[in-house]
């Protein structure tokens, strides 16, 4: 059972244009959002979180929006460029875990196109 | 920046073989992850140690071990390997002080069972 779900496989992109990747989660103990972006033969790299006490975060051109009652957590780009072609990651993990692992969706792959 | 360091990048094993992974952690990160990814799929945590010991228990199959050393590397082994275990195995580290953050991961080391 995908505890993180990533519905779109795939997402291509003209380049200045705004890139929308979006992820939806079931696990209502999940508090902590992450986006990682992932290049091939390389790991995963932090791009950017959210706490489920905020509905926004924001770093330069990544904005994380989280709709709690929603379940869903959305990451915008803006604008978008070439570089930002890659795999992106939704993970989320919960305090109360043992450890804060992270539960990973299976990944949208962004194609920024110039 | 020290980052995770993982050994071997590649490593080729035949069925019923064993096979270890290290992991460096990021100096002065308290917890490490283990985590597999299959072709096509997304990250599956399969365990993690805090300060030395066990933390949490994914996927991991019975075949695999893993421990904490005393200087905070850690290894993975892995018994009786089957085709299915080809995959990328990614450690991760981190600093839970203060509570979740993001996971570092190292670039992963590729297994392929043959």
Not at chain 1, 86 to 98: E, L, M, P, R
Not at chain 2, 17 to 37: F, G, M, N, S
Request: glycine residues 8%.
């Amino acid at each position: 059972d995908q505890q993180v779900k990533q519905n779109s496989p795939s997402l291509s992109v003209q380049e200045g244009r705004i890139s929308i990747l979006n992820c939806d989660y079931t696990n209502s103990m999940f508090d902590y959002f992450l986006w990682y972006k992932k290049y091939p033969a390389e790991g995963p790299t932090f791009l950017i979180s959210i706490s489920s006490i905020k509905d926004k975060n924001e770093d330069g051109r990544f904005t994380v929006f989280l709709n709690k009652s929603a379940k869903h957590l959305s990451l915008h780009i803006v604008p978008s460029q070439p570089g930002d072609s890659a795999v992106y990651f939704c993970a989320a993990s919960a305090s109360g875990a043992g450890s804060y692992q992270l539960t990973f969706g299976k990944g949208t792959k962004l194609s920024v196109i110039p | 920046a020290a980052g995770v360091i993982q050994s071997p990048r590649h490593l080729i094993k035949e069925k019923r073989e064993t096979a270890t992974l290290k992991c460096y952690p990021i100096p002065r990160h308290d917890t490490v992850y283990w985590y597999q990814q299959g072709p096509g799929q997304d990250p599956q945590f399969l365990i993690s140690f805090y300060e030395k010991m066990q933390s949490d228990k994914g996927s991991i199959p019975d075949r695999f071990s893993a421990q904490q050393f005393s200087d905070y590397h850690s290894e993975l082994n892995m018994s009786s390997l089957e085709l299915g275990d080809s995959a990328l195995y990614f450690c991760a580290s981190s600093s839970t002080v203060g509570g979740p953050g993001e996971l570092f991961f190292g670039e992963g080391s590729r297994l392929t069972v043959l």
